[in-house]
């Protein structure tokens, strides 16, 4: 094996051969992103009716202008953090010669906020429930018994269930906290992890543990703070969460499996060319000869 830094042919095989085996994920993602424009212009929102007893004025919740968390702060917060953990993660991988795993990281988590997002806003179309800033919105009027406020305003007063910040930023942000927990060995030069599942004498564990948990208080911070603009209830606060961990840890876990914790011979640890090997390494981190031990 070369001292050097292995090509890209050594790690992942010929161009072609690159690009079939990442072509069922980014035919995943073609599927994500078709189906959300689709959602986007041909699920129409469903206008609950007006209660039959109004709130009066004075309890009405102000929109609150500006938003502690607005969309572009979230988008960039949410994006910037995962990229450059696993910009890290590539480094050290580069450091301690070991596999980089920067493109299926890069599926991965194109895979968990496409689904997020798809999925968050179909249950937003479909629930139509109220913000608790909803009737400031509306502009109740009590002689017409309809709302007076700009139609765009109205309408994006009924999309509370869930809420998208909590969603987003737990499946984004998640993705970093694992990311770190399962891929990124601090402090230790064993061949084997020091993960949870890599027993007490692992050194860098508590390290990583804290690290790890960075992003997700981050993102309950985010998830917070839509309850104090007065744009969601708990409730949505809750479901978004949910939602955005159930999806993060399902595609995290097919990309990472943890069974690659386990009986990991020493060579799997450092790069193998094709004439050491005799088959290139896929996007997966599988050999295409099928064995069931991927390389970290």
């Not at 041909?42 to 607005?70: Q, S």
């Amino acid at each position: 094996m070369s001292s050097d830094y292995p090509s890209f042919k050594e790690v992942y095989g010929s161009p072609w051969f690159f690009l079939r085996t990442i072509f069922p994920d980014l035919v995943g993602l073609l599927i994500i992103g078709v189906s959300y424009i689709i959602t986007y212009f041909l699920l129409p929102l469903h206008e609950r009716p007006l209660p039959g007893e109004i709130p009066p004025p004075e309890t009405w919740l102000p929109v609150a202008e500006p938003e502690r968390v607005p969309n572009a702060m979230l988008i960039i917060i949410c994006l910037v953090c995962p990229t450059l953990i696993v910009l890290l993660g590539s480094l050290m991988r580069h450091l301690r010669r070991r596999r980089p795993d920067i493109v299926e990281a890069i599926i991965c988590f194109a895979t968990i906020v496409g689904i997020t997002l798809l999925a968050t806003h179909i249950f937003k179309e479909y629930v139509g429930r109220f913000r608790p800033d909803f009737w400031s919105r509306c502009m109740y009027d009590a002689v017409t018994k309809t709302c007076t406020g700009a139609k765009e305003i109205v309408d994006e007063g009924r999309r509370s269930f869930p809420s998208g910040h909590s969603s987003f930023s737990f499946s984004a942000l998640g993705f970093a906290g694992l990311y770190i927990y399962e891929n990124i060995d601090l402090l230790s030069n064993d061949l084997i992890p020091c993960g949870r599942r890599a027993g007490l004498g692992s050194r860098g564990f508590g390290l990583r543990a804290v690290l790890a948990s960075i992003p997700f208080v981050g993102a309950g911070l985010i998830a917070l703070s839509r309850v104090v603009d007065n744009r969601h209830h708990p409730g949505d606060i809750l479901a978004g969460g949910i939602l955005g961990l159930i999806v993060l840890f399902v595609v995290f876990y097919s990309y990472f499996p943890v069974e690659r914790h386990y009986n990991r011979p020493p060579q799997d640890y450092r790069f193998l060319s094709p004439s050491e090997d005799g088959f290139p390494l896929n996007s997966l981190g599988d050999r295409s000869s099928g064995s069931n031990i991927s390389p970290v």
